[in-house]
């Protein structure tokens, strides 16, 4: 009798440690990511980067992500309310930390969790004279950028006006050559793609150097589901930078255009 309440016991264990097993990883992750072109990490006619990055995380955990694409300050909203569990790609800033989560190593972001680099170019005519020398922003009027973009504080800091009203690099682009800014600050990989593709912008515009920044960029997540997923969030974070490293998303990375 005493053997079979150990046997029953056991089992009791084995089971509730499933569960709190099970428990510890959802059956599905809702991210959220930006639904305008941002050459080469996400794309509306293919999977970008980050897409294919994700889908290999999903694979070796097991975990479907669903992943949602929105407007970018629209997904920083919807994060921050707990409508999606997280959302990529974020650059660090402080004042995200009120949104959700970031990998942190004490009060900095931990570069090696990251899921990509890249940064922002500044843009201008061609014969313009908007200047950056790394350190000083001279431009007569108004600074083109995308809205929830992390430059908008930088451009901000550096005395500039900023016009946030157009969504996608093209558009920043097209509003540059129509003279309503007199230079427009884009993410620097997704800028050059658009100046290589487009005739209209490779004949009128040119590139500010140096960059205004290069950085990191993560996967965030929201503090409801970080709080209920602390270990599985730490997971995510971790097979990311495995992901990210690997022979096999490194070739991919090196064949895609």
């Known amino acids: 009798m005493k053997s079979f309440r150990c046997v029953v016991g056991l089992v009791s264990l084995t089971f509730a440690s499933m569960l709190a097993q099970a428990a510890d990883k959802p059956a599905v992750v809702k991210l959220c990511f930006e639904n305008e072109d941002v050459y080469p990490w996400v794309l509306k006619a293919k999977p970008g980067l980050n897409i294919i990055l994700m889908q290999s995380v999903e694979q070796k955990l097991g975990v479907k992500l669903e992943m949602v694409p929105l407007p970018w300050k629209r997904c920083q909203d919807e994060m921050k309310n707990g409508a999606v569990d997280g959302l990529f790609s974020a650059s660090f800033k402080p004042d995200r930390l009120e949104l959700g989560v970031y990998p942190m190593v004490g009060d900095k972001p931990d570069e090696s969790k990251a899921v990509m680099m890249d940064g922002y170019t500044l843009y201008r005519l061609k014969g313009g004279t908007a200047k950056w020398d790394g350190t000083k922003l001279t431009v007569a009027g ?26 996608t690099a093209d558009d920043n682009f097209r509003k540059l050559i129509a003279g309503r800014v007199d230079a427009v600050a884009l993410q620097t990989l997704e800028a050059a793609n658009s100046v290589a593709s487009i005739a209209e912008f490779a004949a009128q515009v040119e590139k500010v150097s140096p960059a205004l920044v290069n950085k990191p960029y993560f996967l965030m997540f929201s503090k409801q589901f970080s709080g209920k997923y602390a270990d599985f969030t ?17 070739a991919k990375a090196a064949a895609f255009k």
């Not at 451009?155 to 946030?164: E, F, H, N, R």
């Not at 730490?234 to 490194?250: C, G, I, L, P, Y």
Request: charged share 30%; no cysteine; glycine share 10%.
């Open 234 to 250: 730490k997971d995510m974070w971790n097979t990311v930078a495995q992901v990210r490293d690997s022979a096999d998303f490194k």
């Open 142 to 167: 108004s600074v083109g950028a995308q809205p929830g973009y992390s430059v908008i504080d930088q451009l901000k800091a550096l005395g500039a006006k900023v016009d946030d009203g157009a969504r």
